[in-house]
């Protein structure tokens, strides 16, 4: 990670592979990448606390995987057909993305009692979307 966000910006600021966002995609992979090893730590951590292995701690994993992003994906939804038909500043947009950004956490925390889910891959598949499907909105929120 320290040495793909560096070269990744130097290639956006010299305009290499910008028109397909082919830089910002690395970043984000690679931040995903860095999240699921996190679900996975936070498994295992909690699996070593306990000292007891369970099949469904285990399959917690896979969960917390799917679930953020499909989370993600559905807020992303909702918040472009919210910005579609209200017109607000950008600013206040990107407060409103941090905002639910943060109540992700807070759900990530309540849900941890019956089933895994990655508040942090649900922000990253936000981001991902929003740049896929919205690229114009994703360069002003950036």
């Given at each position: ?16 592979g ?7 995609l690395?970043i984000a992979g ?5 999240i699921?090893?996190?679900v996975f ?9 306990g ?12 969960l917390s995987i799917v679930t ?15 910005f ?7 600013s206040?947009?990107?407060v ?7 109540g992700l ?6 849900l ?10 649900a922000?990253?598949t936000i ?6 499907k ?9």
């Open positions: 990670m320290t040495v793909v966000v560096p070269m990744m910006v130097r290639l956006m600021e010299e305009k290499c910008t028109s397909k966002g082919i830089p910002g690395i690679s931040s995903a990448d860095d699921v090893m996190i730590y936070t498994v295992f951590c909690l699996i070593e606390s000292g007891s292995i369970s099949w469904l701690s285990f399959m917690n994993i896979p953020g992003i499909i989370v993600g994906i559905g807020i992303e939804l909702i918040l472009a057909f919210f579609s038909k209200s017109h607000f500043r950008d206040l947009k990107l409103l993305i941090f905002g639910v950004g943060f956490v807070l759900l990530e925390d309540y941890s009692k019956w089933f895994g889910f990655s508040s942090s891959l922000v990253i981001g991902l979307v929003i740049m896929a919205r690229k114009e909105q994703a360069h002003r929120l950036s």
